[in-house]
Nanobody, 122 residues
Framework: QVQLVESGGGLVQAGGSARLSCAAS????????MGWFRQAPGKEREFVAA????????DYADSVKGRFTISRDNAKNTVYLQLNSLKPEDTAVYYC???????????????WGQGTQVTVSS
């Protein structure tokens, strides 16, 4: 069992930055690939970024490529999502999730956090 707790959301102006954190605890948490997803009001949850267990491989949705950066610190059992050049359309609840292998597919993830709200004002 892996428990995930996100933090770092809030209200940000367009063009600004934010950093989300996801603290993982539980058995072998550092062995899992980690992903970030987001869900805007009235929309389906969508993939944002993923990182493999070692941090050596990352993947991004086209909509955030070049603006967002995923990273992890296994010594701290924490995954980060750096959000730069934020746009109003980035407004959503952001979720971190854990999976055996890095993936962009929601159903591949076994464990989910409760989410953290990011609101980008224009």
């Amino acid at each position: 069992q892996v428990q995930l707790v996100e933090s770092g959301g809030g209200l940000v102006q367009a063009g600004g930055s934010a950093r989300l954190s996801c603290a993982a605890s539980g058995r072998s948490a550092s062995n899992y690939a980690m992903g970030w997803f987001r869900q805007a009001p009235g929309k389906e949850r969508e993939f944002v970024a993923a990182i493999n267990w070692s941090g050596g491989s990352t993947d991004y949705a086209d909509s955030v490529k070049g603006r967002f950066t995923i990273s992890r610190d296994n010594a701290k059992n924490t995954v980060y999502l750096q959000l730069n050049s934020l746009k109003p359309e980035d407004t959503a609840v952001y979720y971190c999730a854990a999976a055996p292998l890095s993936s962009s597919i929601i159903d591949d993830y076994d464990y989910w956090g409760q989410g953290t709200q990011v609101t980008v004002s224009s």
